[in-house]
């Protein structure tokens, strides 16, 4: 049914027939319809009864809002599609149920203001436009099981991140912001605090009434964690989210830890209140998290007073230093207060408490902390750097703390929490303590200074020697300072950055978005592409290009080389440039355009010339008068686009939107006479193949290549005389870590190729921008990480041995005549499983298969017989793929493109 829009007639009636006997086949099974999802339902019974048109109308209308649907009626409210005649339906399929319109809400802040608990957050009605059905108020009340009802006050407010997080295109959902107030005195009966849980209900209006739901939780901040507050009288609030759902909790502690501290240099010493009218204390008890044997700690009775008994209990050092060898995982402990009784209770803090490390030998320390709902927390664990003190200095991040070292043994990493991609920061240590100086918005990457890329920033302190980040320590944030301190937001040119915590005190930069709020989000890009683009082809064109280098990630590839000729012969035009989130750095001369933002969609509509090497979307339409040109990004091995059809691999409905994509394309540029064909059928390209060569190869015969070369040496910092081995494998679709992010499968032993190499070699690594995991020995002197180096092309030129596997740098690199070794480790299952190839490549490729990582180092070590070896094969494979070859790629495509240009202007009478 997926992808019955790209069926033949004959396949339809097919598909039609299998249905009705898979409906037939077992007695009430058609009945069972009825239970599936409303868009569902519809498109069972439309094909049940054979009506195609409307069938496919649904199809077509689920693939641009996989997400979301319309809404129509105010009493029987009932999905309304365009294009479907849902009155001939029976009523029950098209109507909504009420566990249909369920009620998605967030929590974004829980804080305390003036003695009462304050929960932010948004809330609506999924496929609901809010306030759209009807004038209802909405509410919220709180709960405990059997209990009462007490309504908490509703207080609406605007929150553009409702529709941006709805991740759905259709419908607004601003209006869905709220802030809730709970006033704990309402929890009191008869004016005493009595325990329970109360559990909080927002009711939704709906169409004929309310909507009944519950407020999730975030993975971050306040409205990440549990946390507690005292409320005097011997009664504390917790503030929680139960299996994701806000709930607050009323607690009467019959005993509490009231303080630690050191005595006699070996013992821990916990201090504990109960009331004095209350059950009796009589020991902590000590158990180890993995179920090993607990220990317990008489508590001993100290000076008290009328309200609070207290006591004392000491727990030897030695008891909770259990580790077997330094580098062990964090060994945690739960405490429990035992009662004369028979009773116990998990032992929890008062408000206040402070916190305590104290270190032990092998690079260890005990820890004493707590957590949002203030359990006592002992851990055994590698000594870690805990913050202390945070501020804003202009522009500048002061992150000050304590580590008891050694400190300057270590560097501090800030590291992305999705990406792996790694920045290295200064570090002063004194006595124990450190201090770091992040200015998030100028950090160095090679010779560049962009800002932080958005997302979440971890810190962790690293060892120098380290060859991985497995041994990294985690930065976090006092226990105790938490509620005072975060979120720490600071506006920057232009972003947002926020030091903010996860997992209770684990603390992350987060680097907010470039875009604004009102161009983030499904829904606001439609806006702009249905609604503003067209506007924007209603203006003038203007005399500019508008590059794009694969979706705005880098200044490089075919469209730079264009770029530079046209700046070269002095063409007049303004230079525009596709960057995303801010990390592209430009020379003077060309202005940045940000990704999908307002003037990204307005430059995409105006300027006379387009240049781009990937797809524009097939929702892109070029205008009247403009040249738009396809350079692409490289000759193919792997079987591409319509050429898949047959396997798993192939998207029916994207190989049906290529004919109008590639419509677009004044020119597609091909590299070579093999390509072309492949590009016209694999790409279903009607237009113009230009088959010019790329211009990105054109480097290969620049006057100043040498120039560039030992630029691009100083820039890595590659120390003279060493040779330089480049390894560029491509990613495998077989290892994943979500269906877009991939592993890095390295079968390379880095370690036995540093021994055997590194006296006259580096290896530079350059990872596919698809896979995400660090590289062991980085910065090590050895193994350089360079997948983030803006041009590929210019590690071309200082490489002396290309190490690839399937990847189409090979057709690039055989440009520079220099030895090239294959790593396919896995060259049956990727050929016969995973991708076809074009042509036979055990027999064509310009250099040995390689199977082992030991035979790629010797192959390394001896590259010089591998050139004279494979000579003759070299020489058939670059006739082959890599003619035209002579420096004119970017010329023939420049010419072509003014060429064009000047018969729109003539044929619109300028």
């Known amino acids: 049914m997926r992808f019955l829009p790209e069926a033949t007639e004959a396949e339809r009636v097919e598909f039609f027939d299998a249905v009705g006997e898979f409906l037939a086949a077992e007695a009430g099974r058609a009945d069972k319809l009825d239970k599936f999802p409303p868009v569902a339902r519809i498109k069972w019974h439309l094909a049940k009864a054979r009506r195609a048109d409307e069938l496919l109308a649904v199809l077509s209308f689920e693939r641009e809002n996989p997400a979301a649907f319309p809404v129509r009626g105010r009493l029987r409210p009932a999905v309304a599609i365009p294009g479907v005649d849902t009155a001939a339906l029976p009523s029950s399929v098209p109507r909504l149920r009420l566990r249909e319109m369920p009620v998605r809400a967030k929590a974004t802040d829980v804080l305390w203001r003036d003695g009462r608990l304050v929960l932010r957050g948004f809330?609506?009605?999924v496929n609901l436009p809010d306030g759209s059905h009807t004038p209802l108020p909405r509410l919220a009340w709180l709960r405990a099981k059997g209990g009462r009802r007490i309504t908490v006050k509703f207080r609406a407010e605007e929150a553009t991140r409702a529709t941006r997080d709805s991740k759905q295109a259709l419908h607004n959902y601003d209006d869905a912001g709220f802030e809730l107030v709970i006033d704990p005195n309402k929890l009191k009966s008869r004016g005493r605090w009595r325990a329970g849980t109360w559990g909080l209900t927002l009711a939704l209006p709906r169409p004929g009434g309310y909507v009944p739901g519950h407020v999730d939780r975030v993975d971050v901040g306040s409205a990440g964690h549990s946390q507690s507050r005292d409320l005097g009288d011997g009664a504390r609030l917790v503030a929680s989210f139960v299996e994701g759902r806000f709930q607050v909790r009323i607690e009467l502690p019959e005993a509490e830890i009231t303080d630690q501290r050191i005595v006699d240099g070996y013992a821990l010493r916990f201090g504990l209140r109960s009331p004095a009218t209350g059950k009796l204390p009589t020991k902590l008890r000590v158990v180890r998290k993995d179920g090993k044997t607990p220990a317990s700690y008489p508590l001993v009775r100290a000076e008290g007073d009328d309200r609070w008994s207290r006591f004392t209990a000491d727990i030897p050092l030695a008891d909770l230093s259990v580790a077997d060898e330094p580098g062990e995982k964090t060994i945690d402990f739960v405490t429990h207060i035992d009662f004369a009784d028979g009773t116990d209770r998990r032992a929890t803090v008062c408000e206040g408490f402070a916190p305590g490390r104290y270190t032990r030998p092998g690079g260890r320390e005990v820890a004493?902390?707590?957590?949002?709902?203030g359990l006592l927390k002992l851990h055994d664990r590698a000594r870690q750097a805990v913050v202390d003190s945070m501020r804003w200095s202009g522009g500048a991040l002061i992150v000050e703390g304590e580590y008891e070292g050694p400190g300057h043994s270590k560097r501090l990493v800030l590291r992305h929490g999705e990406r792996f991609e790694e920045h290295i920061l200064p570090l002063e240590w004194s006595d124990g303590r450190f201090e770091a100086r992040i200015t998030p918005d100028k950090v160095t990457t090679y010779d560049a200074v962009l800002p932080l890329r958005a997302g979440r920033w971890y810190l962790w302190l690293r060892d120098r020697s380290a060859w991985g980040n497995d041994a990294d320590i985690p930065v976090k944030l006092r226990a105790d300072l938490i509620d005072g301190t975060l979120p720490l937001r600071k506006r920057v040119a232009g972003r947002t950055y926020t030091v903010n915590r996860r997992y209770f005190d684990r603390l992350f930069l987060g680097s907010g978005p470039v875009l604004a709020a009102e161009e983030r989000g499904a829904y606001r890009q439609r806006q702009l592409r249905q609604v503003l683009t067209p506007r924007f082809k209603r203006e003038p064109l203007r005399e500019a290009v508008f590059y794009n280098s694969f979706g705005g990630k880098q200044f490089s590839d075919s469209p730079r080389a264009i770029h530079e000729e046209l700046v070269r012969r002095g063409v007049e035009v303004e230079h525009l440039w596709s960057v995303a989130d801010e990390q592209v750095a430009l020379p003077p001369g060309v202005r940045p355009i940000e990704w999908h933002s307002t003037e990204w969609y307005e430059a995409l509509a105006r300027s006379r010339y387009v240049v781009t090497n990937v797809g524009l979307g097939d929702w892109y339409e070029r205008r009247e008068g403009q040249c738009v040109v396809q350079t692409w990004h490289g000759t193919p091995l792997k079987k591409i686009g319509a050429d898949l059809l047959g396997t798993p691999k192939a998207n029916l409905a994207y190989i049906a939107s290529l004919p109008h994509r590639f419509r677009q394309f004044d020119i597609v540029v091909s590299p070579n006479s093999f390509t072309t064909p492949i590009m016209r059928n694999a790409f279903r390209c009607e237009g113009e193949v230009l088959e010019a060569g790329y211009p990105r190869n054109d480097i290969f015969h620049r006057p100043d290549r040498e120039k560039i070369a030992q630029r691009v040496r100083a820039t890595l910092g590659i120390p003279e005389g060493k040779k330089v081995v480049l390894y560029a494998p491509t990613w495998r679709d077989d290892q994943r870590h979500t269906a877009s992010k991939f592993k890095l499968d390295l079968q390379v032993d880095l370690t036995a190729a540093r021994e055997?190499?590194?006296?006259?070699?580096?290896?530079?690594?350059?990872?596919?921008?698809?896979?995400?995991?660090?590289?062991?020995?980085?910065?090590?002197?050895?193994?350089?990480?360079?997948?983030?180096?803006?041009?590929?092309?210019?590690?071309?030129?200082?490489?002396?041995?290309?190490?690839?596997?399937?990847?189409?740098?090979?057709?690039?690199?055989a440009h520079s005549g220099r030895p090239m070794l294959f790593f396919t480790y896995d060259l049956e299952h990727y050929r016969d499983t995973l991708r076809g190839f074009y042509f036979d490549f055990t027999e064509k490729a310009p250099g040995p298969l390689i199977k082992t990582s030991p035979e790629l180092v010797a192959a390394i070590r001896d590259s010089a017989s591998v050139r004279r070896e494979y000579a003759a094969k070299y020489e058939r494979f670059v006739k082959e793929f890599c003619e035209p070859s002579d420096g004119l790629?970017?010329?023939?495509?420049?010419?072509r493109m003014l060429e064009i240009a000047e018969q729109h202007a003539a044929g619109d009478g300028r």
């Open 123 to 125: 809330g609506y009605v």
């Open 368 to 373: 004493v902390t707590t957590d949002g709902p």
């Open 756 to 813: 055997a190499l590194s006296d006259d070699h580096v290896f530079l690594f350059r990872k596919h921008p698809k896979i995400l995991d660090a590289i062991p020995g980085a910065g090590q002197g050895f193994v350089y990480d360079v997948s983030a180096y803006p041009d590929i092309a210019e590690l071309y030129l200082i490489t002396d041995v290309l190490i690839t596997d399937y990847s189409s740098v090979l057709f690039d690199f």
């Open 889 to 895: 790629a970017t010329s023939r495509v420049v010419d």
